[in-house]
């Protein structure tokens, strides 16, 4: 079946631009969360959705970072007035409630 | 704070030489222990699921087992295809997996 798709899967940001990325979870799973994973390390977590509903942002490193999923199943992380320190690759993930997380490939964010 | 430390952070094995990985961890009420294998330009894809000290789970040459302090992933006669990163995580009473960085692994022919 259809897994976790992500879009773009590069993205190339001049500093200061905003970008939005997007996540398609797997139909029917409620939960979705969002990790930004720098290079050589793991993925670290920045906000969970539980349908339209973001029950923790507390991962989110600044303001800039705002992340929403309006009907309970697309999501957009947009992230504005980019900085270098922003580059990194940005997975999704989704699940059904208190499972397993199946991931996306990713969003590979580059600010130059 | 949750935490989980990965050894080593890379290791490297010829074809058939078995071995293991660690994952340290501690965490304030354990509701699951999560090992993901991570290929380059990939998403992590997982792998097991482990809730309580003594389980343990197999599939094919991998087997993670558990206890109160740390989880070992065994890789039993590795090949080449198992060549990857791992990476395993941890989840509190929250929804969020608190990951380590993860073991490179390679496997030579």
């Known amino acids: 079946g259809a897994g976790v798709s992500q879009s773009p899967r590069y993205k190339v940001a001049k500093r200061g631009q905003d970008v939005a990325l997007r996540c398609d979870p797997i139909?029917?799973?409620?939960?979705l969360f969002w990790y930004q994973q720098a290079l050589g390390q793991g993925p670290e977590f920045l906000t969970y959705?539980?349908?339209?509903?973001?029950?923790?942002k507390s991962g989110l490193p600044s303001d800039r970072f705002f992340a929403e999923r309006p009907e309970g199943s697309v999501s957009t992380l947009k992230i504005q007035r980019t900085q270098q320190e922003d580059s990194a690759v940005y997975l999704c993930?989704?699940?059904?409630?208190?499972?397993?997380?199946?991931f996306g490939p990713g969003t590979r964010l580059t600010v130059t | 704070e949750d935490q989980v430390t990965q050894s080593p952070e890379a290791l490297r094995l010829q074809e058939g030489e078995s071995s293991s990985l660690n994952c340290s961890y501690t965490v304030s009420g354990l509701r699951g222990l999560f090992w993901y294998r991570q290929d380059p330009g990939k998403g992590p894809e997982f792998l097991f699921t482990?809730?309580?000290a003594g389980e343990e789970k197999e599939k094919e040459r991998l087997k993670a087992t558990l206890t109160k302090k740390e989880s070992f992933l065994h890789i039993t006669a590795p090949k080449p295809e198992d060549s990857a990163t791992y990476l395993c995580a941890v989840q509190d009473g929250s929804e969020k997996l608190v990951f380590g960085k993860g073991t490179k692994l390679t496997v030579n022919p």
């Open positions: 139909s029917g799973h409620v939960s």
């Open positions: 959705f539980q349908n339209e509903a973001q029950l923790d």
């Open positions: 993930a989704s699940s059904l409630h208190l499972r397993e997380q199946y």
């Open positions: 482990l809730y309580s």
